[in-house]
């Protein structure tokens, strides 16, 4: 039986977006094929997930231990430095497995995995990008890191082969890798939870806004969005229109002091466990997408099943999942004056329309459940696994 090796180069614990698509696809894979979970010890703050809850999501899928680390901090920068044994480990581990499905994150795995395939070719990777492929600043250290990363496995690429979640990506990476071995799989989510018919009803006397995701400003945007909330509040407090936050991240304090100056208006719930997200959601009306980079955008996907319309900027991942869709209300800019007309605007439409409001928000869950169900991920991942064994 085919042996799979699903690799999170970050703990499970973080509990983000990309700790549970690992999780939910080692879990689907493991009917078709022998498949193990393996992680590290980079945290990037306070764990979300419990041993406990990670085995029970796992559900029998078999944790191989992790690669350690050393950590050190200079100059308010962390810096992580693999130990010496742990590489050792960790060639041991994977050279019993036939393929290793990873993402393109942490430079120095990159190095690893690429002198692995040199000293054994059977071994094949498959490199995930479901970050974006540059940030605004050209120099950043997160540039360096990406084209470098790219870079490598363009020049060392016989034994890799590179998942995609965007066909931006997938047109982009087709420039430095053989396009035969660049694949594009939607990124699926399971929604199981979100097929299921509600038992309450909704508020008809308030709308109800819910954003969900990591609260920063530099990669989603958020600052923005609160000092629009801010605006609109000040403005008319008396609106029908209620607002929910639901993440952890650096502007924990802004929003907490939003709902503490209008409780009435705010909710700020704190991290959310993927398990039970899907019923914040039903509760909503409208989702708030302000990222100023993505390359896809769970979120969207899960805001979309859950019957919600869509508030958002204008990334590669947005325009992908909802150019054309009535159901989506684009901002031309991310800024505060946009984003407060844009919401003044789906109100409106709400007040003046209701019927053809929730014939929107209809289409909306018809077009998650039709496109990006994760059973349409799982089937291109078998297909994959299986081409890549066939190669060989």
């Given at each position: 039986m085919i042996k799979v090796l699903i690799f999170s180069k970050t703990a499970l614990e973080n509990g983000r977006g990309g700790e549970i698509s690992y999780i939910e696809l080692a879990v689907g894979l493991k009917k078709y094929f022998n498949v193990s979970i393996m992680d590290t010890n980079v945290l990037f703050s306070k764990a979300f997930l419990t041993e406990e809850v990670i085995h029970k999501k796992l559900k029998g899928v078999k944790q191989i231990g992790r690669f350690n680390f050393a950590t050190l901090k200079i100059?308010?920068?962390v810096i992580t430095i693999p130990y010496p044994w742990e590489i050792i480990k960790l060639y041991k581990t994977i050279k019993g497995y036939d393929i290793i499905y990873t993402s393109v994150g942490n430079?120095?795995?990159?190095?690893?995995?690429?002198?692995?395939?040199?000293?054994?070719?059977?071994?094949?990777?498959?490199?995930r990008y479901n970050k974006p492929l540059s940030s605004e600043n050209f120099f950043s250290l997160y540039n360096i890191k990406i084209n470098?990363?790219?870079?490598?496995?363009?020049?060392f690429k016989r034994n890799f082969y590179h998942h995609t979640?965007?066909?931006?990506?997938?047109?982009?990476?087709?420039n430095f890798y053989n396009p035969n071995n660049v694949i594009h799989i939607i990124h699926g989510v399971e929604l199981k939870d979100y097929q299921q018919s509600e038992t309450y009803e909704k508020s008809r006397d308030v709308l109800k806004f819910i954003y969900v995701g990591h609260l920063d400003d530099v990669h989603k945007g958020l600052g923005v969005l609160i000092n629009a909330i801010r605006t609109i509040l000040e403005k008319k407090s008396k609106l029908p229109i209620f607002f929910e936050f639901c993440g952890r991240g650096p502007l924990e304090q802004k929003i907490s002091e939003l709902e503490a100056k209008y409780p009435k208006y705010v909710k700020f719930h704190g991290y959310v466990d993927n398990d039970i997200v899907h019923e914040y959601y039903k509760k909503s009306d409208i989702f708030l997408f302000t990222s100023r980079r993505e390359p896809f955008g769970r979120v969207l996907i899960e805001a979309l099943a859950a019957k919600l319309l869509i508030i958002c900027t204008k990334t590669f991942g947005s325009i992908e999942i909802l150019k054309g869709k009535e159901f989506a209300f684009f901002l031309n800019k991310l800024n505060t004056s946009e984003i407060e007309n844009t919401i003044h605007k789906v109100h409106e439409l709400w007040?003046?329309?209701p019927q053809k409001f929730n014939k929107l928000k209809?289409?909306?869950?018809?077009?998650?459940?039709?496109?990006?169900?994760?059973?349409?991920?799982?089937?291109?991942f078998i297909k994959l696994i299986n081409s890549i064994i066939k190669r060989c």
């Open positions: 100059l308010n920068k430079i120095k795995i990159n190095i690893l995995l690429i002198f692995f395939g040199l000293i054994n070719r059977r071994i094949k990777f498959v490199i470098l990363s790219i870079l490598l496995f363009s020049i979640i965007s066909k931006h990506a997938k047109k982009y990476l087709d007040k003046r329309n209809e289409s909306a869950k018809r077009h998650a459940i039709e496109k990006y169900d994760y059973s349409y991920e799982l089937k291109g």
